[in-house]
């Protein structure tokens, strides 16, 4: 007779290969539960072995999943998030209601925060609390929801997309007429405001002209590491900063920002709305979901 009631692996050995798989790296799942790199790879090892199959394919510069693995990710992604939900609900009952929403600083202060504070008119009875940073969003923080630019690396994370944007010179409304009906070449030599994001699929200004068919010299302007600092610089008429048409509608309309034209390209990536799966989600969470999908396609409210 079997000594295990369920037939599975020991749970220190799935969550530590739940670690490993998530951020794919033995050393920052290491990290993560205070333990070595080398604990961490004696408890995958003793993994495969009771499983009779490699779950990762180890490399010169980090680990890959095999199929076995991804399934297994996939699968053990989405019960520790119904098992942190329902731990949640039963640690604090009153927080039922709660959603957890992320993004970054400018998409929040542009287009999140405005969007959440219709949805609290409209369903007082659901708190929605606001994460915001500007690197990354993954699997293992506890989110209902974040909007991503780009699909999430996270094979277990639901994903919807939301539309995809234009991106546009945007400038003080004083310096952008100047610009107006201004050259690539002559554009590329203005002074640029860089964004640095440690956001891997974030347009950059070289990305840009590329698109564009532009291989020269670009000015190297400025640079910044939040997308928020870029534009409060572009107000202030201390350089060109890449804007996304709709997400900084609210700032021209108000007179804070002029797009410099004629030129535009379509954004390379999406916005998507991730997180968990509709199934794992609150009711509160999914009216969330709903609410701010129907604001991107101008239907809520």
Not at 1 to 14: A, N, Q, V
Not at 87 to 94: E, F, T
Not at 149 to 157: H, I, K, Q, V
Request: proline share 6%; net charge neutral.
């Amino acid at each position: 007779m079997s000594r295990r009631h369920y037939e599975i692996p020991p749970f220190t050995t799935l969550a530590v290969f739940e670690a490993a798989a998530r951020h794919m790296s033995f050393k920052n799942a290491a990290q993560e539960l205070s333990v070595t790199p080398g604990a961490v790879s004696h408890q995958i090892k003793a993994l495969e072995s009771e499983l009779g199959t490699q779950l990762f394919l180890r490399q010169h510069r980090g680990v890959t999943l095999t199929k076995d693995g991804e399934a297994l990710f996939e699968t053990l992604a989405s019960s520790f998030a119904q098992i942190s939900q329902q731990v949640a609900r039963i640690r604090q009952p009153s927080e039922d209601q709660a959603v957890t929403v992320g993004s970054t600083t400018a998409v929040a202060a542009l287009w999140l925060s405005p969007t959440v504070i219709d949805f609290w008119r409209d369903h007082p009875e659901t708190n929605v609390h606001q994460v915001t940073q500007d690197r990354p969003f993954t699997q293992g923080q506890n989110l209902d929801l974040f909007i991503n630019y780009g699909p999430p690396e996270s094979p277990a994370l639901s994903q919807t997309p939301i539309y995809r944007d234009e991106l546009v010179p945007v400038a003080a409304p004083q310096l952008a007429a100047t610009l107006n009906g201004i050259s690539l070449e002559a554009l590329a030599q203005q002074r640029l405001i860089h964004l640095e994001s440690a956001l891997p699929a974030w347009t950059r200004w070289s990305e840009w002209f590329a698109g564009l068919g532009y291989d020269g010299k670009i000015n190297q302007g400025s640079r910044v590491t939040s997308y928020s600092v870029a534009l409060q610089f572009a107000q202030q008429g201390a350089g060109i900063a890449l804007g996304w048409r709709r997400l900084v509608a609210s700032l021209v309309d108000r007179g804070k920002l002029a797009v410099v034209s004629p030129h535009s390209l379509p954004a390379p990536h999406r916005f998507h709305l991730c997180g968990k799966p509709d199934a794992n989600l609150s009711q509160g969470a999914r009216a969330l979901k709903s609410w701010l999908l129907d604001s991107a396609s101008g239907n809520s409210g």
